[in-house]
């Protein structure tokens, strides 16, 4: 069964522009998560979805968005990139809405010049 | 605040001993936890998960240890191996209506050889 994929796996993009990042979870699997990775601030949760609908968002600004479609696969856009949203951007999906563990994709690394 | 706390940054232990690596939190509301390992550039990978209904957890050689009280949990890994250094991640997870994960910064594990 092939893993979470993530696309594009790199990205440079110039302060100002925006930025959509895609999210194919594994087969049957109707969670998707995401979080951002930085030295300075660890792992953190920015959305998570389950069945199209938006359950929880992480304490990001408003320039952070996310859809979920019908087959399960997510997007994320950035609007007005700033320098400091260059990061690795990680997705996650569940099989379960809960108490489940989830499963990583290799991330997509953001840098912002 | 740092709700999922991993005190130690690093540890370095010889090959064929016992890793320990601790977690605590603060949430009383967390009920389901999680250990990730993790290279550079890469996703987490799932290592192993405890309900809070469980005091123990084993998976091959790694066994997770929850103790609700002190709201610590721990990750042994028996025997270590080179191939086990990475950074890994603790997390944990709260309410039946979310996947959501809270992560702790984090602890580098150096297997000697």
């Known amino acids: 069964k092939a893993g979470v994929t993530q696309t594009p796996r790199y990205l440079i993009k110039t302060r100002g522009q925006q930025v959509t990042l895609s999210c194919s979870p594994i087969?049957?699997?109707?969670?998707v998560s995401w979080y951002q990775q930085t030295p300075g601030q660890g792992l953190q949760f920015l959305f998570e979805?389950?069945?199209?609908?938006?359950?929880n968002k992480g304490n990001f600004p408003g320039r952070f968005s996310g859809r979920q479609f019908s087959n399960s696969r997510s997007e994320m856009n950035v609007s007005t990139l700033e320098l400091g949203d260059s990061a690795l951007y990680l997705c996650?999906?569940?099989?379960?809405?809960?108490?489940?563990?989830?499963?990583f994709g290799p991330g997509t690394r953001l840098t912002v010049l | 605040d740092q709700q999922v706390k991993q005190n130690s940054p690093s540890l370095s232990v010889q090959e064929g001993r016992i890793s320990i690596l601790n977690c605590d939190y603060t949430n009383s509301m967390f009920d389901y936890f999680l250990w990730y390992k993790k290279y550079p550039a890469e996703g987490p990978t799932f290592l192993i998960s405890i309900s809070s209904i469980k005091d123990k957890n084993e998976d091959g050689r790694f066994t997770v240890f929850l103790n609700k009280s002190a709201k610590h949990l721990s990750l042994h890994i028996v025997p270590s191996q080179p191939g086990d250094s990475a950074v890994y991640f603790c997390a944990a997870s709260g309410g039946s209506a979310t996947n959501k994960l809270i992560f702790g910064t984090g602890t580098l594990l150096a297997v000697q050889p």
């Open positions: 087969s049957g699997h109707r969670s």
């Open positions: 979805y389950f069945s199209e609908t938006q359950r």
């Open positions: 996650a999906s569940s099989l379960q809405a809960s108490y489940n563990e989830q499963f």
